[in-house]
């Protein structure tokens, strides 16, 4: 699928989403990505497909017109039941190479992250994985792809002006969804899993789950998170006392991840998990901006930290200067009587 002709790059229109699945159910970041996808379509004269592969989806095809596709490609079959990225990544280049579509993003989740280089490589196309940012160059279709590099240092905007599809993968709750608009339809198409894209590929035999490994931040409301500062595993176990008072999840910097104080699943940043939610409480974390990276965008953002000179306590909404020991078992004792 080389570029080696101009002409080709022609051929090749529309924006894609693959919809992410979990449990059968369409998750959040395809809505987001949806809204992310319609004004680039729009620049471009073109419109946004999305591609909804699982087992039992079909029913879901008509929320996502809702949000702003204009067209759903549905394959339904149980075979896609869970998630095999070899299989995934078959049906998607077969679909690619017979739909052309000029860029294709999907969430940069788990499952994203182990689908979509498989596809690049496949169709030998570019990728630009965990984007926070997209715009497009209404002149040649160039997606305009922005993500941070140099730990986070700068802002880089990667062009692929050669090969199609370009693909990006984009954070989860980076962009904001947009409203449904509970009049709008499209239309489906439906394809089929076929006999060879099954053949030679691994089997899920069981699929399990963990409370230590799955940590959905992405959708908690409120985030109480630790850093170094927290001390060892058993100032989490306060932070979880919080959480569970407030109804909220536990995060963490990579430097309480790396102590081994909470497995990496908490962790928030750029090299851990983007979080938007309506508070977070940074305890003892000082802000960094490889952690600021994946929390700024939060509404309310509470720090608790000795130091009032750190980046996250100058850049927090409330910043409460003093010993976390201290201060968060007095918040616990006090939020029954609020
Ligand atoms: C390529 C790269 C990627 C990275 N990705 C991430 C990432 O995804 N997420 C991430 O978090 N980091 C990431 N980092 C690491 C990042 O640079 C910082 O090292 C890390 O975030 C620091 O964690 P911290 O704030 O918990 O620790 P520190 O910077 O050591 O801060 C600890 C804070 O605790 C306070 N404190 C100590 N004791 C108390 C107390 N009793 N009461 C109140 N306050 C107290 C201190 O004043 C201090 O402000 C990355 C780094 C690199 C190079």
Redesign the pocket.
């Known amino acids: 699928m080389r570029l080696r002709q101009e002409y080709e790059k022609a051929e090749y229109k529309n924006i894609w989403v693959v919809a992410e699945i979990l449990s059968g159910k369409v998750q959040p970041v395809t809505h987001e990505l949806i809204g992310a996808a319609r004004p680039l379509a729009d620049q471009r004269n073109s419109q946004v497909w999305v591609v909804l592969m699982g087992s039992g989806v079909t029913s879901q095809a008509g929320s996502l017109f809702t949000f702003g596709a204009d067209k759903v490609i549905i394959v339904d079959d149980e075979r896609l039941s869970g998630f095999v990225d070899e299989l995934e990544s078959k049906v998607l280049v077969r679909l690619i190479e017979k739909y052309k579509p000029e860029t294709v993003i999907c969430g940069a989740t788990t499952r994203g992250r182990a689908l979509i280089p498989r596809v690049a490589v496949m169709t030998n196309c570019g990728l630009t994985a965990d984007c926070t940012g997209l715009g497009i160059d209404p002149e040649n279709g160039d997606l305009l792809q922005t993500r941070p590099a140099f ?2 240092n700068i802002m880089a905007t990667i062009r692929c002006p050669s090969h199609r599809p370009q693909m990006s993968t984009v954070r989860p709750r980076v962009m904001k969804a947009p409203e449904p608009d509970l009049n709008r339809t499209g239309e489906t198409i439906q394809e089929a899993v076929e006999d060879s894209d099954t053949a030679k590929i691994k089997r899920i035999i069981e699929i399990f789950h963990s409370d230590e490994t799955v940590v959905n931040l992405a959708d908690a409301r409120i985030i109480i998170s630790g ?3 927290m ?1 060892g595993p058993a100032g989490f176990d306060m932070l979880r006392k919080l959480a569970a008072k407030v109804g909220g999840a536990v995060g963490a ?4 991840v790396d102590a081994g104080w909470i497995p990496y699943a908490h ?6 998990q983007t979080v938007q939610t309506k508070v977070y409480i940074a305890c ?5 901006i ?2 600021l990276v ?1 929390m700024q965008s939060c509404d309310l953002i509470i720090a ?4 009032p000179d ?1 980046p996250m306590m100058q850049m927090a909404d409330i910043a409460v200067q ?4 201290e201060i968060v078992p007095e918040i616990i004792a006090q939020i029954p009587k609020l």
């Open positions: 730990g986070g850093g170094r500062g001390k910097s990579r430097a309480a962790q928030v940043g750029q090299t851990g003892a974390i000082s802000g960094q490889q952690h994946g608790i930290d000795k130091n750190t003093g010993d976390v020991f």
